[in-house]
């Protein structure tokens, strides 16, 4: 999954109160921008082309629009154990008819629940930091004083004095569970994450009770859908099943899949439908597999969907998935691009700096195509990926191929809010690079993106008798692939043979998204975290440890240098072809690391050059990028899918916009919150 990886670029637009917005139905499709509040920025998307769908295709996703929200609840108590507590304290506040919504106080808690709601739970979504109200402690109590008891998740036999007492300090104190993913060097990376992955066990005993797993080089991915912890002094799994952890919301979940068989487009879809339903019914990894065979196959399907636990970038140790949701209709136009870089994955892959041994010899089924999305739940909402490929299981990859899309209309709402923010204008300090940027920019991103995923993650091989990456590189496994993926798309985008095939007209293209590159990696990317913190996001690891590692290198011949003009330091490439063959060098060191499974060689990478932090730099950055008046991180809204019914059937479904995030986040509380405060 790629993340968006330019810092927000974005005009600033006067905040409105949600309490004020307007209905669904006057919101505008065409109005990117909704809200802002702290670091945050709200989108909204548009879903060309969903009026022209047949109504066997509009209830096929409405259905799948339903048991993906179905899983919301989820993706909060993966993210941490009291979550699911303080969101629905949250919104018996919010619900309260009796609330006054107004003042300094209410403002501050409005706030923290914006964040609260956009993070999924009380960590930030990219920092994994907890963050807290600035309210005081005695308002908030006060308002849930005055909440209907009955609204509040007490526990059996509880008060709501007791109740007060007992979140209060899962609310306010930043020292209670304050990392989400800790991925220190030299901690207990299980011990110090405050997710809800494990509970009473260690990183040793984790590492012990997984390496007694089959490792036969086809293996599910063991320990993807479950919870670890100790009972009877014993190490043992929850699994998220029907009738285990998480049964009520998956319970609903497959009521809606086994809805939306019958109207499957095709058979490899109506198997894949079957076959995720009776994963979900018994927890089995090995029906995940045998989903992911029949879900890659099916290629023809204009609507298309990812759901399960899938991405493993909240689990430190790179096992446990997280519980997402991606609903789509293929981009017929969009796909075009994609589809030629696909078309010559053996090519890239015959002509790409690896080791000759740790090349595909032969490169299985990459079907690729642009999405446009309809909605998005779990770990891909608020904040979305612009960029997927699945599935993750190497070995399924190399049998049976992958998927590999773009999610076009996000990246147009994303682009459309960027425009004329002034960001490029500050940090780029030559004027013949901005006009290039600005000119092949989008284009650049989005070749960068196709070729991440469609190319880059579906390329080289593990050696025969070498462990999956979670075993053998551990907590470094995803910043590594992220990294990995990253050098395929940046290598080839200073290819001719992307100008040969008619994705790019010219190489001032790939010129462009290594000045893009290179500025976000060694600069301003830092506007994502505080002062004196180090990097720990893994995308953002990853892009400091390829842009830091080409710098250095380079040095000597001054590939690339900071400049200082009028006290602003500058990132300037100077040589763009010496560039890309470091590119490549460190692409093949990388995939080295990944196919012998060398972990101190990875840990030795990403803490060298992906992780410290320029405290003298970082604090320039801040200042200049604080001037702007932008907000580094941007999210989404979703459309809202309503069946029309006559008699008991439905007749059709609309597709509505909304312009209220707050809104959205209460409904959405009302209507798909399956599982109790605690799990």
Known sequence: MLLASSVAMATVYSCHSPENSTSNADASPTQVKIDEFADLEILRYDVPGFEQLSLQQKKLAYYLYRAALSGRDIIYDQRGKNNLTI?????AIFNHPKTEKN???WTKLKEYAGRFWFSNGAHHHYSNDKFVPECSQDYFADLVRACDPASLPLQDGEDVEAFIARITPVIFDPKLDPKMVNLTEGVDHVALSSNNFYEGVTQKEVEDFYAGFPHTGQDPEWGLNSKV?????????????????YGSAIDQMISWLEKAIPLAENPQQKQALTLLAEYYKTGDLKTWDEYNKAWVQDTAGTIDFANGFIEVYNDAMGIKGSYEAVLSLKDFESTKRIKAIADEAQWFEDNSPLMPEHKKKQVKGISAKAITVIAEAGDAAPSTPIGINLPNSDWLRKDYGSKSVSLSNIVHAYNESSANSGFLEEFVGDTAKLRRMKEYGNLASDLHTDMHECIGHASGQINPGVGTTDKTLKSYAS????AR???VALYYILDPKLVEIGVMPSLEVGKAEYDSYLMNGLMTQLTRI???????????????LNAYWVYEKGKADQVVSFEKKDGKTYVQINDYEKLRTLFGDLLREIQRIKSEGDY??????????????????HNEVLERYAKLKLRPYKGFVQPKLTAVEENGEITDVKLEYTNDFYGQMLEYGKEYSFLPAIN
């Open 600 to 617: 101190e060689a990875g840990k030795n990478l990403v803490e060298t050059y992906g992780v410290k932090v320029d405290p003298e730099l």
């Open 103 to 105: 003042g300094n106080e």
């Open 229 to 245: 912890v100790k009972e009877n002094g014993q190490l043992t799994e929850k699994v998220w099943k029907s009738g285990g952890m």
């Open 479 to 482: 910043c590594l692939e992220e």
């Open 530 to 544: 505080k002062p004196g913190d180090q990097i720990e996001e893994a995308h953002m690891r990853n892009r400091a």
């Open 485 to 487: 993926a990253d050098l």
């Open 87 to 91: 969101r629905k304290t949250l919104e």
